[in-house]
């Protein structure tokens, strides 16, 4: 079955006609109930947000509000308009000869306005109010603003102004400084995704929650958007439900689960996978552009999840990978992404350049060729699927804990000397290791005895290191107090040990007497 609905039709049908039907605009339109019930609304006022988000649907329901007279034909004006009197239906039905709603886009000019200005100073012809809805109206000449401003010093009791702008900061302010302002805000995807949701289960259109998410996210906080796009998806429904991938192909969208894995490739600097898993979505139809913006929110979302905790709907596939990038990382990769965003703008070979910027942001991080050191634990299975990475991590609890502790505060000495190899600086990893024994150790504070001659001036370079790496100050002194002996001898002496254990061993003696003159080394 195929669903053939025209074009903006779900727009109309589920236009808002009562206050309590404005989704996602709660704060402003109860400010409006409050001020229309108590008589007190301005004579103009200004609805600003972006497109699709409500504004000339507030604007009419305000005129509603104004004209009803209510079932019996004896009402007040009422945050509840009955939708059944004449005012209320000629209003609906676009033919409410005071109501007069006006696109400054189309009529910008200085006669539009004063022809408009004219008709001001009579009285409504049937309603209580005369209401000028000006829609866009920043695209207004600056004489028409003049015309308009002349009114608006000293309006009639029986006039309302209503306008609407996507952008307030081209009205000027002697307009704005004699309206009431209400900023609409974009919608939360959540609350779209179940206004979405409404309306397909009154529709009967069966359909995906993730490809309901894709058509959410895309609408960018705008209601008409949103219904624009749900409208298409549901005319290209084949077996009576939208699935994700549909939405998908329409939008050029990525797959969300391929964009995970090319973000883990890029965090771990596998540069071969990390393309190739690009190439695979370009290939699948997802545009560069929106991969990189795709890549750039997961970013994000990693960081936000990296510093305070906040996990996204998507966010805990990536909780895991989080805990081994540090913010940095993240903050260059952001920045490499986001500058390359500027220069897609202006590419004629996208696909090349979105992997030229991958390059970029992984030598930037310096991750390329760490994961073959294993600096970096392994996240991801050899599949590269980012779902079966986090359930089934190669990684060993072990290792998560230690590289875990080692990007905090150290806890131990030995955690110290893991933090400097981690940071690559092997001049002082050799001097903590063989140069220094260990007299006191607490987190900020460590005591050294001086065991043997060193490069000079390490100790002050060590805790400033420190300082910079935990975010917390640290006090690193020598002192003549004998400690333990350096690091190196105490793991020599160790090794010693265990090795002259395992050759006391009956296997060791029965591999001895097997193979004689034989080493047995103790790994
Ligand atoms: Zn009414």
């Given at each position: 079955?195929?669903?053939?609905?025209?074009?903006?039709?779900?727009?109309?049908?589920?236009?808002?006609?009562?206050?309590?039907?404005?989704?996602?605009?709660?704060?402003?339109?109860?400010?409006?109930?409050?001020?229309?019930?108590?008589?007190?609304?301005?004579?103009?006022?200004?609805?600003?947000?972006?497109?699709?988000?409500?504004?000339?649907?507030?604007?009419?329901?305000?005129?509603?509000?104004?004209?009803?007279?209510?079932?019996?034909?004896?009402?007040?004006?009422?945050?509840?308009?009955?939708?059944?009197?004449?005012?209320?239906?000629?209003?609906?039905?676009?033919?409410?000869?005071?109501?007069?709603?006006?696109?400054?886009?189309?009529?910008?000019?200085?006669?539009?306005?004063?022809?408009?200005?004219?008709?001001?100073?009579?009285?409504?012809?049937?309603?209580?109010?005369?209401?000028?809805?000006?829609?866009?109206?920043?695209?207004?000449?600056?004489?028409?603003?003049?015309?308009?401003?002349?009114?608006?010093?000293?309006?009639?009791?029986?006039?309302?102004?209503?306008f609407a702008t996507t952008e307030i900061r081209k009205v000027p302010l002697t307009i704005l400084s004699r309206c009431q302002p209400f900023d609409l805000r974009r919608i939360p995807v959540d609350v779209l995704l179940t206004h979405f949701q409404n309306i397909l289960q009154k529709e009967g259109v069966q359909f995906e929650m993730e490809a309901l998410e894709c058509i959410a996210r895309a609408a960018g906080g705008s209601v008409r958007d949103g219904l624009s796009i749900l409208e298409q998806a549901i005319v290209k429904v084949t077996d009576n439900k939208i699935t994700v991938s549909t939405v998908q192909e329409m939008l050029g969208l990525a797959d969300r689960e391929k964009i995970a894995t090319v973000f883990n490739c890029l965090m771990r600097g596998l540069v071969r996978e990390c393309l190739e898993a690009t190439k695979t979505l370009y290939e699948e139809g997802a545009d560069p552009d929106i991969i990189l913006q795709d890549l750039l929110g997961t970013t994000y979302q990693t960081l936000s999840f990296k510093v305070s905790g906040a996990v996204s709907a998507e966010g805990n596939k990536l909780q895991a990978l989080a805990e081994k990038i540090e913010p940095k990382s993240l903050m260059l990769v952001w920045q490499v992404l986001m500058k390359g965003a500027e220069e897609m703008k202006a590419s004629t070979m996208p696909l090349e350049n979105l992997e030229v910027i991958l390059i970029r942001a992984m030598h930037i991080q310096g991750m390329v060729g760490k994961e073959n050191r294993g600096e970096i634990p392994s996240l991801v299975s050899s599949s590269l699927s980012p779902v079966s990475a986090v359930s089934s991590p190669v990684v060993s609890p072990e290792r998560l804990v230690t590289s875990f502790r080692s990007d905090g505060m150290p806890k131990t000495f030995e955690d110290v000397i893991q933090l400097f190899e981690k940071k690559r600086e092997p001049i002082i990893v050799d001097y903590l290791t063989n140069d220094v024994g260990l007299v006191d150790f607490r987190p900020g504070a460590i005591k050294l005895n001086q065991l043997r001659e060193s490069t000079p001036n390490l100790q002050p370079k060590v805790a400033k290191f420190l300082s910079e790496c935990t975010g917390a100050s640290w006090l690193v002194e020598l002192v003549t107090e004998k400690g333990q002996e350096s690091l190196g001898v105490q793991r020599a002496l160790a090794r010693e040990k265990r090795e002259k254990d395992a050759l006391s061993t009956e296997e060791a003696k029965k591999i001895s007497e097997l193979f004689p003159g034989a080493q047995v080394v103790v790994k």
């Open positions: 079955m195929t669903h053939h609905i025209n074009y903006q039709v779900l727009a109309r049908t589920t236009r808002p006609t009562k206050f309590s039907e404005l989704i996602g605009q709660e704060a402003l339109t109860q400010t409006l109930k409050n001020a229309i019930e108590s008589g007190r609304l301005a004579h103009a006022f200004v609805l600003t947000g972006i497109r699709g988000v409500g504004k000339t649907t507030i604007a009419r329901l305000i005129a509603r509000a104004l004209n009803c007279v209510g079932v019996d034909g004896t009402g007040q004006p009422t945050s509840e308009p009955c939708g059944v009197c004449d005012q209320c239906q000629m209003i609906a039905e676009d033919r409410h000869v005071d109501v007069i709603e006006v696109d400054a886009a189309t009529r910008t000019g200085v006669d539009d306005m004063r022809q408009l200005m004219e008709g001001i100073s009579y009285k409504p012809v049937m309603g209580r109010y005369k209401i000028y809805i000006i829609d866009e109206v920043h695209m207004l000449s600056k004489n028409a603003f003049n015309s308009l401003l002349k009114t608006l010093e000293e309006p009639p009791p029986h006039v309302k102004f209503i």
